[in-house]
């Protein structure tokens, strides 16, 4: 059986800053808030030009930019789609259906 080991400098804080820091090397480098300003671009770019010219209809586009925020608060453990759509569009009376939200068809538009 082998082992690991290792060592690293970060701590608990760098770890966590690592987390959120991004994949994308160009937007790792500047400071938090250029990355985070960079990051809600990217994704405003997504949902106002990328869905659109894949034939896709958006007609709230709140929704969508908080579906990235959603999903990760309720995937730290086993969930459901449900849970993953009630933690992305909280309060909200007027959710897309399961099959919009799971991305295997525009049922409805969003």
């Not at 994949?23 to 994704?43: C, E, H």
């Amino acid at each position: 059986m082998f082992g690991l080991c290792g060592s690293s400098t970060l701590t608990v804080a760098g770890y966590a800053s690592e987390i959120v820091a991004s994949g994308f090397p160009a937007v790792r480098r500047p400071g938090d808030r250029a990355r985070r300003a960079q990051l809600d671009g990217y994704l405003a770019r997504i949902v106002e030009h990328d869905f659109p010219e894949q034939g896709h209809l958006v007609r709230r586009p709140a929704t969508l930019r908080a579906w990235p925020a959603g999903y990760p608060r309720a995937t730290a453990t086993t969930t459901s789609c449900s849970a993953i759509l009630d933690a992305a569009t909280p309060g909200d009376t007027g959710k897309p259906s399961k099959t919009c939200a799971r991305g295997t068809g525009i049922t409805r538009p969003i």
